[in-house]
């Protein structure tokens, strides 16, 4: 009886050793879209090979991984995505390897797909389009106000969705060398400053003139308009059937979609125990209630915690108004605003590096994955040769 109970409980210690560890690898992330796409990578591959315990993951051989890669195949998913499952599954059995729980990585050599090219598959908007987009909202409405103040900021600074949603109000107009600033926290926690260019800069201080947002505070700079119309007593934009604009797509936590400004521990309980799912307690689900009643009942919240999410940019905001200017097609995202203003500045005969600092990139080989110019069949490629 002593060794069945000696065996349960090193069971036990074994699996919250590895829960530990999976943890550990999650946090060693610092971005939340990769922590968020990691775990779903490995949950995939413990799904698919039939994991039920996280000890089954010391078992797990090289023909496994072998038989997931040909899966991967089968559904058709693009080499790019192929290659990031299984990055993101060599990686977690890379970690098991320096725990000392596995002897070698058996994801280590298996071979991954090659990508078609070095450009990317998201489209660049033409420079027709892209000033059709920027006149594309009302500028008579908050919103609209709010809207081309939006658009301005992504194809003339080239943010990220992420960035956007996550900028403050005194990240806006910083003065650098006495030339106005945007100051971006990207990927990494990383800042860079991007030059406000005057159309961006008119726009944005036309749009928090209108919001009545404080000089220098800590508001998000582009909040819902709920938030505004309960904060500043704003009028109530309609859409031309009458009813009230509102946005969907839930609030941001404080510190922000690219965990900025915050010394909290990054928070991946979401993106845990990717072998393992129980169930909500009755308990959790009455707290969960609870939590939900008091905030309803509470007064309004400061703007800051009012922000749009970067899912309501994108679906709200950047997809409606390139269907009203006629551009459609599954590729033309939001990222299209970025990989446009690469583009645009490439094809104003920016430097390469220049333009990877004004991205934000820190390999230059993902800048190249930006350039469309040749994709533009009357753009002609020739370079001036010392001949003839």
Known sequence: MLDTERDSAASRFTQLGLMA???QWLANFSSACTRRAYAADVRDFAAFSGL????????????HVLAWRHHLQAQGLSPSTQRRKLAALSSLLERLVDEQLIPTNPARGVRRPRLESHEGKTPALSLEQ?????????????????????????LLGGLRRAEVVALRVRD???QRAGVPHLRVM???????????????RERVQRYLAMRGAQ???DERLFVRMKAVRRHSGAGCDVYPQGRPIEEDGGLLNDSGSTGRRTSAPLDIAPYTASFERRPKSPQNLQTNASNQSRRQGQPDTPLKSSGLTAGAVAQRIVQPYLAQIG???ERFSAHALRVTAATLALRERADLNEVRH?????????TTAYDRRWSDENQPVSLVLPLG
């Open 215 to 217: 000089p220098q505070s």
């Open 52 to 63: 039920q315990t996280q000890c089954e993951l010391l078992r797990v051989a090289r023909s």
């Open 130 to 154: 892209a000033q059709a987009l920027l006149e594309a909202p009302d500028a008579n409405t908050l919103k609209g106000v709010r809207d081309r103040a939006i658009l301005a900021v992504m």
């Open 21 to 23: 560890i999976e943890n």
């Open 172 to 174: 806006f107009d910083v």
């Open 186 to 200: 990207g990927k990494g926690g990383k800042t860079r400053f991007i030059a406000a260019a005057p159309l961006m």
């Open 327 to 329: 551009v459609v097609g």
């Open 358 to 366: 004004f991205l934000g990139h820190a390999c230059i080989t993902t």
